[in-house]
């Protein structure tokens, strides 16, 4: 290719990159630019998440452009390998060679070339042997697939740690582990393996266990490591040596309660203890190497010792188990547990493989003298246990239901049986009579006969699919699903299962669009069937009809026309239902709740209904729907019960749908996957309810919720998400980092996980990784609407509102398509599939209303709460950056005498603010017009003497302003924790000021804040105060008084309670008026009553004081007019309610105290000498004047109310409303405003 049609490509591609022209100069012979660097180190991301078919999409691009590129070459031919395509991978390794024949590379290139082609039915056989303990059968079979050349890398660790359980093998696999983790010391799997593999022998335990202690301390491999390490210390009995180990455990541990009883039995150091010790340790060793009778031997002596010894019980169990004695496994393991029940996440496993022997072999006994009802009681306990391969259970289960007529359910437990297992014969042998007892005899004769595959594609495909099913990695899963599609492309339901994988990765389009492809023309029954199955988890009931309808009825088989039957009655139920609002006619809620009434064992209707309910949010319209049904089909079977109870949850209703829940598991009826279906159900409401309550602030019983699912299960990635999400919601993001990190690193696509851990990096302040975590999200979920959700948190969260709201802009666009609402442009509509209803709204009453959580726990929401969740932040996002006008009418009432204290405001606030994001913050502009009146002041003589110089001059009767206009401006500066501002008191009144303040409010760590103020403000008490008179007799103005000062106050929360305590001291100064001082102090604590989304009530206590240094409240020359105690201690009880009805946001308040008070003597004239002595001078021959104002002590119930509200008129209008009274010493204030806030912008 020439070189400047390279140049041109390399510039395309950088265009399609972002990286600029710049990027795209191409040079000859390597990585060279910008635009091909990017495009491997893309495709070697891809790599390292086994989506190959990303990789080499991603490789062939670079090669487009530079043939003879080493590093695409090398990565091309590992992805072809990776995908099975070994001519393909062939072909890219001839290139490299001839480029470059001592290219490193090529060695792994064959390396994993040789990986592709191993069976992968027959390498899951192999791994089946080693988990069962058979290591010299699985190092056999292990041996026959790799060949001398050895394992692959990707297969290294397993091979070696299952041949360091071989009596001869041990020391070879230590060997070359440790010399695969010397030159590959940043692989954390492989440390791992190393360090386990230390310490199966004693001689090298205590370096692995010191290896071991150190990975417990890396996120990613915390819990892993932390198990094997603890399980090796324990390995160590009670010899004196093991002492140190012990204690090391239990100073990162300390709760520990097996590990303290062990450290108390080191501390007796009882020779006979120690004995046993060493004798189960022994065994231990020699059960490691697969040694059966030197490691029975190990654990009589110790049982000689100690016969309640549990560990060597259930070692001996073990031994049992792997010499085929089930039913002795099962009891040595059932004591081991009586004795020490804390070990059952240790033996557990073990406990579950005895009993499934034992049911396995007693079902078959029954099975063979024809005794069904036994049989299939037992076979049902077996298929139950956790064990790695159930296959056997499952096809006599299906043999015991097909003796009983019940064809379907018996073609479920054979499939079953085949999925685990590809090459039953017996299981395949089966499902065909199965088929053919059902009349479906043509589907039957296409089933490969059990002797042998139909095709070697389709022999692949099955053992890949197989080796899927039991992954629950779902990036693993969907690599082999991926492959088992290329090995059978025809084959729908290998398209369905890798559909399932997209869709619970958030990739709901392309689930469709896998599906959907080969739907033109004349599709086969089993593709419609695939597509119309993904259409109902996906929620769309239109196109389960349309899909089906293409099927001739006569060809339908029974779970066909189950599936057709449910989306009809979920249809039924939305014409009936309509819109949203509908469900508020009553005559529509009799309409449903009769429909729930019918007869309907399948449960299908009842949990329409109930999800229609759910829908709108109506929980009681649900629950009542519930126990119609319930009371109709009384005797409804669990498959009802438990799509009722799935209903519930999905309704909202975890209270009523764990009620079903318990009492559905009394049920004796329920088979084994119900009674898993049931517990996933279950742990789904308790998550659901954990979540709720985190949400109003209750981390405590949240954590309640959540306690005993992770007691069962505590590896379960949704239940520690669920914790994390508890962690953040408490503000301790380093401990929910730890954790979603933990998950993140066994599943690098939980994008649950990703998201969880990005909000805890957000909250710590490092928002460097938030944006690490987000790039690989946008890599790896580049169609997925939380990715962009994720991005807007993290740009808010910045300050960046321009790119949060085109993230949520992105966003909404991307959930439509999941949601299939819209498909991606250019992708054509399916024949037969309804199109999308314009009119339709953001509510189905179907199974499900969103792509199914990556939680896996529990049914999908019916209102899709992403979506919910983009509205809620673009809503935000609009609000907070947004440029807004605002405007109202405003009245203040101050009660008082008429002319002096008394105060009526009217005012007309005006603001107009912009976000700025060179700022980085709100610009804020206001100009408030302002009236004041004070009334006329009485011309009783007592009256006039109180102000200006009347007390000097007997029967002068100057009288005081009664009114004053202005205009007050201001100008502020706004963002998170801090506001600066600067303004005027109403330009036009007698005295004008300046007028400004500060607050900086810096969170100190997770739960601790510094709220720190210094301002100038206005005091208006009063027209004196706030704008000044002037005397008419002397010709003095005076007044205009301004606070200045600061204040301090920390404040501390913690789950529903907040407590605070500050104080300040402040400066007040006006013209002609006597100076003064304050200090002030208060403490108090808020308790959240009640608190969730939209709603919240809240109460506390607060504690004031606050005392001046002169009692300047009246209104004579040098007085300032505003309220001036000398004490003032009060004490209150606030009340606060915060709700929305519909559209309407409002609080409700109010607070009751009671208050002492005291005011000191005061001068009339307190800043001038000269007319102080006049006064005192005249008063000498005239009693009747005062010269001084008196003091008073006064004690008083105090309180207030207030009303707040507002609503909007449009999506950018809105109205609002306040309405406050207080009434504190001996006077009250009322306030009222009604105001328009338009917002400018989209």
């Known amino acids: 290719m020439p070189a400047s049609t390279r140049s041109h490509l390399a510039a395309a591609l950088a265009a399609a990159l972002g990286l600029g022209p710049a990027a795209g100069l191409a040079q000859e012979g390597g990585q060279g630019s910008g635009a091909i660097a990017a495009l491997l180190r893309q495709a070697a991301f891809w790599q390292e998440q086994s989506r190959f078919d990303m990789a080499l999409g991603g490789y062939e691009r670079v090669l487009a452009v530079e043939p003879d590129n080493a590093a695409a070459l090398a990565g091309a031919a590992r992805a072809a390998a990776g995908l099975g395509n070994a001519q393909r991978a062939g072909g890219y390794l001839a290139r490299l060679r ?80 440790t010399a695969l983790a010397a030159r590959s010391p940043n692989d954390a799997r492989l440390q791992l393996a190393l360090a386990e593999v230390l310490t199966y022998r004693a001689g090298n335990r205590a370096e692995g266990i010191e290896r071991l202690r150190g990975l417990a301390d890396r996120p990613e491999l915390a819990e892993a490591a932390t198990r094997a390490w603890r399980q090796a210390v324990l390995w160590q009995g009670t010899d004196p040596v093991a002492r140190p180990a012990v204690e090391a455990f239990l100073a990162r541990f300390p709760e520990d309660e ?69 039913a002795e496994a099962k009891t040595l393991i059932e004591r081991a547990l009586a004795i020490a029940p804390e070990q059952r996440p240790h033996w557990g496993a073990a406990l579950d493989g005895a009993g499934y022997a034992v049911g396995l072999q007693e079902g078959r006994a029954a099975l063979a003298r024809n005794d069904l009802d036994a049989a299939e009681t037992l076979l049902r306990e077996a298929v139950a246990r956790e064990v790695p391969d159930r296959a056997d259970a499952e096809a006599l289960l299906g043999e015991v239901l097909l003796r009983r007529g019940d064809a379907t359910a018996a073609e479920t437990r054979f ?38 595959p139909a095709s070697p594609g389709a022999a692949r495909a099955a053992s890949l699919r197989a080796s899927a099913e039991r992954t629950t990695d779902l990036a693993a899963r969907a690599a082999l699903l991926r492959q088992a599609l290329e090995a059978e492309p025809g084959n729908p339901w290998v398209r369905l299962d890798l559909a399932r994988v997209l869709t619970r ?17 004349r599709a086969d029954a089993d593709s419609l069937h695939a597509a119309a199955l ?255 959700l994720m991005e807007a948190r993290i740009a808010r969260a910045s300050g960046n509102d321009r790119r949060a709201m085109r993230a949520l802009r992105e966003a909404q666009e991307l959930r439509r398509i999941q949601l299939g609402q819209m498909r991606p442009e250019g992708a054509g509509e399916t024949a037969g599939l309804a199109a999308p209803n314009p009119f339709l709204r953001q509510v189905s009453f179907g199974s499900s209303a969103t792509a199914p959580s990556s939680a896996g726990l529990g049914a999908p929401p019916l209102r899709d709460q992403v979506s919910l969740d983009i509205a809620r932040e673009l809503a935000s996002v609009q609000e907070e950056g947004a440029s807004r006008l605002q405007g109202g009418v405003a009245l203040r009432s101050r009660s008082g005498t008429a002319g002096l204290d008394r105060l009526q405001e009217f005012s007309a ?36 003497r109180r102000f200006g110089s009347n007390a000097l001059n007997p029967g002068a009767a100057a009288r005081p302003r009664e009114d004053a206009s202005g205009v007050g401006l201001g100008l502020a500066y706004q963002r998170p924790n801090f506001t600066l501002d600067a303004g005027t008191t109403p330009l036009g009144f007698l005295k004008e000021n300046m007028l400004g303040g500060v607050e900086f409010a810096p969170l100190l760590n997770d739960s601790l804040r510094l709220r720190v103020t210094g301002e100038r403000r206005a005091v208006t008490d009063s027209l004196l105060s706030w704008g000044g008179q002037r005397d008419p007799l002397s010709g003095r103005s005076w007044g205009g008084v301004t606070r200045t000062g600061g ?70 020359l040098g007085q300032g007019g505003y309220f001036s105690p000398q004490s003032f201690t009060a004490v209150n009880i606030p ?50 004047l005062s010269t001084h104002y008196n003091g008073q002590t006064r004690n008083g119930v105090i309180g207030g109310v207030r009303l707040d509200g507002s609503y909007p008129l449009t999506d950018s209008l809105q109205i609002g409303g306040t309405l406050r009274y207080d009434r504190a010493a001996n006077w009250n204030e009322t306030r009222a405003m009604v105001y328009l806030r338009q917002r400018l912008g989209p």
Do not use: C
């Open 909 to 944: 606030p005006l603001e107009a603010s912009i976000r700025s994001e060179t700022l980085n913050g709100r610009i804020v502009a206001r100009a408030t017009p302002v009236t004041v009146s004070t009334g006329s002041l009485s011309a009783d003589a007592d009256s006039l």
């Open 98 to 177: 001839q480029r470059d024949p001592a290219d490193a590379r090529i060695a792994e290139i064959e390396a994993a070339l040789r990986a592709s082609r191993i069976d992968p039915g027959a390498l899951a056989e192999a791994r089946r042997l080693g988990r069962e303990g058979r290591a010299a059968e699985a190092i056999a079979r292990y041996r026959t697939l790799f060949g001398a050349e050895g394992p692959p890398p990707e297969s290294a660790i397993e091979y070696y740690q299952t041949l360091a359980g071989t009596p001869a093998g041990y020391e070879e696999a230590r060997t070359r582990l």
């Open 534 to 788: 993904l259409a109902e988890e996906q929620g769309r009931n239109g196109d389960v009809v349309a899909l089906l309808g293409r099927v001739p009825a006569g060809q339908r088989p029974a779970a066909m026309n189950a599936l057709l039957a449910r989306a009809r009655t979920v249809d039924e139920v939305q014409q009936v239902a309509g819109a949203a609002g509908a469900l508020r006619s009553p005559e529509i809620r009799q309409r449903l709740l009769a429909m729930a009434s019918r007869r309907d064992p399948s449960g299908a209707t009842a949990a329409a209904v109930i999800r229609a309910f759910g829908a709108t949010g109506n929980a009681g319209g649900a629950a009542e729907a519930a126990r119609l049904a319930l009371a109709v089909n009384a005797d409804a079977s669990p498959t009802a019960r438990l799509a009722i109870a799935g209903a519930l949850l999905a309704a909202g209703n975890s209270a009523e749908a764990e009620t079903q829940a318990r009492l559905l598991g009394a049920d004796p009826r329920l088979t084994a996957e119900q009674r898993r279906e049931l517990a996933t159900l279950r742990a789904g409401s308790a998550i659901r309810t954990a979540d709720r309550l985190n949400e109003e602030g209750q981390q405590a019983q949240a954590y309640d919720q959540l306690a005993p699912l992770l007691a069962a299960d505590p590896e379960n990635p949704s239940i520690r998400l669920a914790l994390a999400r508890l962690h953040n919601g408490a503000r301790q993001p380093e401990e929910a980092r730890r954790i979603a990190e933990a998950v993140l690193a066994r599943d690098p696509r939980n994008l649950e996980a990703r998201m969880t851990a990005a909000d805890a990096a957000i909250l710590a302040g490092d928002r460097a990784r938030a944006e690490s975590l987000l790039e690989e999200a946008l890599a790896l979920h580049p169609m997925d609407a939380r990715v962009k």
């Open 1135 to 1184: 009340v606060d309610y915060r709700a929305r009805w519909g559209e309407l946001d409002y609080r409700v308040g109010g607070s009751l105290g009671y208050t002492n008070w005291h005011e000191s003597n005061a001068p009339l004239f307190p800043n001038d000498r000269g007319l102080q002595r006049s006064l005192e001078a005249q008063a000498a021959g005239d009693p009747t």
């Open 415 to 452: 499939r079953a049986a085949l999925t685990r297992r590809p090459d039953f014969g017996a299981a395949m042998a089966g499902l065909q009579r199965a088929l053919r007892a059902q009349g479906r005899v043509a589907e039957a004769d296409r089933l490969r006969p059990p002797g042998g």
């Open 1047 to 1116: 204040r301090a106050q920390l404040e501390y929360t913690t789950g529903p309670v907040t407590l605070y305590g500050g104080g300040g001291w402040a400066s007040f100064d006006g013209s002609g008026v006597a100076d003064n001082s304050r200090v002030e102090a208060g403490a108090g604590f808020s308790y959240a009553v009640l608190r969730k989304p939209g709603e919240e009530l809240t109460s506390g206590l607060d504690l004031v004081y606050f005392g001046y240094d002169k009692n300047l409240r009246y209104f004579t």
């Open 505 to 521: 990765q958030g990739e709901a389009a392309a689930a469709r669009s896998l599906v959907e492809e080969r739907l033109g023309g």
């Open 258 to 326: 097996a590990m303290r009883r062990r450290l108390a039995e080191l501390r007796e150091a009882r020779p006979a203890i120690t004995q046993g010790d060493q004798a189960r340790i022994r065994g231990f060793e020699e059960l490691n190497g697969n040694r059966l009778r030197e490691a029975e031997r190990g654990f009589a002596d110790a049982l000689a010792v100690k016969p309640e010894d549990a560990d060597a019980l259930a070692g001996l169990g073990v031994v049992r188990l792997r010499e085929g004695r089930a």
